[in-house]
T-cell receptor
Framework: RKEVEQDPGPFNVPEGATVAFNCTYS??????FFWYRQDCRKEPKLLMS???SGNEDGRFTAQLNRASQYISLLIRDSKLSDSATYLC???????????FGTGTRLKVLA | DAMVIQNPRYQVTQFGKPVTLSCSQT?????MYWYQQKSSQAPKLLFH???????NEADTPDNFQSRRPNTSFCFLDIRSPGLGDAAMYLC?????????????FGPGTRLLVL
């Protein structure tokens, strides 16, 4: 089993749609969680950190479920500019490493 | 303002010809990372430094070496590039590692091996 698993997609959704991605992780001692966005042939950029209480940033909402060991990302009112790959990143405690999922590809269609 | 800078952005080298990629940061972060990313794959950690403390991943080929002469700079040396080493190489930093701290990435160097 991979340490961090994501559905690779692609998710093709119309503009204005709501779309959700899930990510599961295997290390129950993981401490920090992030969603990064990566555009084609560019570097990953932080979208948001994920906190136990859940957090929201505009159209984006992230949730953490420690009991089931998954995190989610919800995008409301999708825009064409949201088209990208979304990387789930998990940081186990006691290490300086970050474990990346393979990413979920989103394509928002006009 | 650029915070993690990588040079060059594109590098073409010949099979077996050594190449060095550079990374610099203005964040004064003590942890620096090198990742290799191939198309449609997750970034793969090659090694990281906590200050001068070097940490190599077990599956990083011996062909890959790194140097960190000071806090700001880190280099990736590929001693004898093979065709399979063609990839995007990403440098990243974080202030103290994986305790809720964000990783910041440079724009990457795309390596082509002929």
């Amino acid at each position: 089993r991979k340490e961090v698993e994501q559905d690779p997609g692609p998710f093709n959704v119309p503009e204005g749609a709501t779309v959700a991605f899930n990510c599961t992780y295997s290390n129950s001692a993981s401490q920090s969680f992030f969603w990064y966005r990566q555009d084609c042939r560019k570097e990953p950029k932080l979208l948001m950190s994920v906190y136990s209480s859940g957090n929201e940033d505009g159209r984006f909402t992230a949730q953490l479920n420690r009991a089931s060991q998954y995190i989610s990302l919800l995008i409301r009112d999708s825009k064409l500019s949201d088209s990208a790959t979304y990387l789930c990143v998990v940081a186990p405690s006691g290490t300086y490493k970050y474990i990346f999922g393979t990413g979920t590809r989103l394509k928002v269609l006009a | 303002d650029a915070m993690v800078i990588q040079n060059p952005r594109y590098q073409v080298t010949q099979f077996g010809k050594p190449v060095t990629l550079s990374c610099s940061q203005t964040l004064n972060h003590n942890v620096m990372y090198w990742y290799q990313q191939k198309s449609s794959q997750a970034p793969k950690l090659l090694f990281h430094y906590y200050d001068k403390d070097f940490n190599n991943e077990a599956d990083t080929p011996d062909n890959f070496q790194s140097r960190r002469p000071n806090t700001s700079f880190c280099f990736l040396d590929i001693r004898s590039p093979g065709l399979g080493d063609a990839a995007m190489y990403l440098c990243a930093t974080s202030s103290q590692g994986a305790y809720g701290e964000t990783q910041y990435f440079g724009p990457g160097t795309r390596l082509l091996v002929l």
